[in-house]
Structures are given as structure tokens and as C-alpha cells.
């Protein structure tokens, strides 16, 4: 049996492998704390970026995440970008920084974003919010399983379920999804660390 890799998680579990995080994100960015020994501890920065339907400042949530990318890249850490009616600024944004690996948690997107995402050789989670966005799931079923991650994020339905329900998305088999998806953690979390 393979494992569950749960890439972003509210309720982490012993039973899965979820990296450790650390990060100021955006619905926070006017309390300005950024925990750079917690980062420097983390598996990766995260949750980060720009949230366009909340009503924090744009101008702030900018210079956090510049902040906080500027870290990961210093760092290098991968980063777990948060992305509300905010994707052109967010790929402009990212696109200034060197970083190990970018994961849009939670993609809610088109084909088009998607694909936009992949040529820079970023990853897509996907959660419970996917299967509610009929373009997401065309998203979910084009893209390459080398780009792919899942996730429960603040959902109480387990990662389990998520796995099956992407694979049948795609026609394929859950273990061929643990495969592929525990091959791209390893990219990112086991064989960089070495480079």
C-alpha cells in the first residue's frame, strides 16, 4: 500500500507525511510577524501569498509576501502560495524570485492557469474546493501527475477520499496517484536537499 501524502493540512496526522510550515499568510499580513527561526525550521514557507477578495490591504499583503519569498529563496525552501483573484499578480510576483518549489495550494483555476503555472514548473494541490469548480476539474484532469499534489487543507474529509475522488477525476488508479505524487515529495523535499 502506498502512502497519503497530505501537502497542506489544518489537522496533521502522524499517519500521513505533511511537511511542517511556517508563514505569515495573507488575511494576517498587517500584524507584520514574520517567525524567521520557525521558517528556518520548517520543510517549507506557507502558507504565503495574495488574497484579492479579503479585505487586507494590497499594497500589504504584497510587501509581506515579497518579504517572505525573499526568505524561502534565502533559505531555499519551497513555498506554499495561497492565490485568491490574485493569479497574474501572483506569477508576476513569484516570477522575480529564484525559488526550490512553488505549490498553489488549493488550485481553483482554469485550464489556462494551469498550464501558465506548469510551464514554470510549479505545482497544483487540490483539495475539496476542486470538485465544486467545473474549470478546476478540467484543470485537475489535463495537467501532468509529475505536477500534482492533494490535500485536506481545512476540510474534515479525509486525504483518502481526496485521492480517490482525483484519480476518478482522471480515470486512473489511487495507487498510481500515490506513486506519482510521493515521486514529486521526494523531488522537492528529499532529493534537493543535496543540491
Not at 492565490?83 to 482554469?110: N, W
Not at 514548473?121 to 470538485?131: I, K, Q, R, T, W
Not at 474534515?156 to 484519480?167: C, H, L, P, V
Amino acid at each position: 500500500m502506498g502512502l497519503y501524502i497530505d501537502i497542506h493540512t489544518h489537522s496533521p496526522s502522524a499517519a500521513y507525511p505533511t511537511p511542517a510550515s511556517a508563514g505569515v499568510h495573507p488575511w494576517h499580513a498587517t500584524s507584520g510577524l514574520i517567525d524567521e527561526a520557525a521558517m528556518h525550521s520548517a520543510d517549507l514557507i506557507g502558507e504565503i501569498g495574495l488574497d484579492y477578495a479579503c479585505n487586507v490591504d494590497r499594497e500589504v499583503q504584497e510587501h509581506l509576501f515579497r518579504e517572505q519569498l525573499s526568505i524561502a529563496q534565502r533559505l531555499r525552501k519551497p513555498v506554499v502560495v495561497h492565490c485568491v483573484r490574485a493569479f497574474e499578480p501572483t506569477m508576476k510576483t513569484l516570477s522575480e524570485y529564484q525559488l526550490r518549489a512553488v505549490i498553489f495550494h488549493g488550485f481553483i483555476g482554469s485550464v489556462q492557469q494551469a498550464e501558465q503555472a506548469i510551464k514554470r514548473g510549479y505545482y497544483l494541490s487540490f483539495g475539496v474546493g476542486a470538485f465544486r469548480s467545473p474549470r478546476t476539474l478540467e484543470a485537475m484532469r489535463t495537467i501532468p501527475l509529475s505536477r500534482l499534489f492533494a490535500e485536506t487543507d481545512e476540510s474534515q474529509i479525509s486525504i483518502e477520499k481526496i485521492y480517490e475522488m482525483i484519480a476518478t477525476e482522471r480515470k486512473t488508479e489511487v495507487a498510481e496517484l500515490q506513486t506519482q505524487i510521493e515521486n514529486n515529495y521526494n523531488e522537492i523535499f528529499l532529493q534537493h536537499n543535496d543540491r
